[in-house]
Nanobody, 127 residues
Framework: QVQVAESGGGLVQPGGSLRLSCEAS????????IGWFRQAPGKEREGVSC????????TYVDSVKGRFTISRDVAWNTVYLQMTSLKPEDTAVYYC????????????????????WGQGTQVTVSS
């Protein structure tokens, strides 16, 4: 079965850190671009960070540059999102996604290209 599953969310104080994991099954992550997206209450889903297939080119939304890092572990078929210096505005449900049907391989977080989604993991930044 082709799927992705996120883990690692939780409640953290402002300035804290979390590492989200996206584990894939049924396909090789390195063959596809992988993206992290988030959706806060009342807001549209936005691309946070994406990594291209094979060569690992990364992109970040401006609001997380310098604080978040996306990486891929080929051996474990997992993509991570390391989040540091977290802010209350980072509070959202975070989703991992892959463009399985479209076979998109680029680094841009093009929402329309991504068709396989995880169930999401809640990140809450609050004191």
């Amino acid at each position: 079965q082709v799927q992705v599953a996120e883990s690692g969310g939780g409640l953290v104080q402002p300035g804290g850190s979390l590492r989200l994991s996206c584990e894939a099954s049924g396909f090789i992550m390195d063959d596809y671009a992988i993206g992290w997206f988030r959706q806060a209450p009342g807001k549209e889903r936005e691309g946070v960070s994406c990594i291209s297939a094979r060569n690992g080119i990364t992109t970040y939304v401006d609001s997380v540059k310098g604080r978040f890092t996306i990486s891929r572990d080929v051996a474990w078929n997992t993509v991570y999102l390391q989040m540091t210096s977290l802010k209350p505005e980072d509070t959202a449900v975070y989703y991992c996604a892959a463009p399985i049907m479209n076979y998109y391989s680029g680094s841009a977080c093009l929402l329309a290209e991504y068709d396989l989604w995880g169930q999401g993991t809640q990140v809450t930044v609050s004191s």
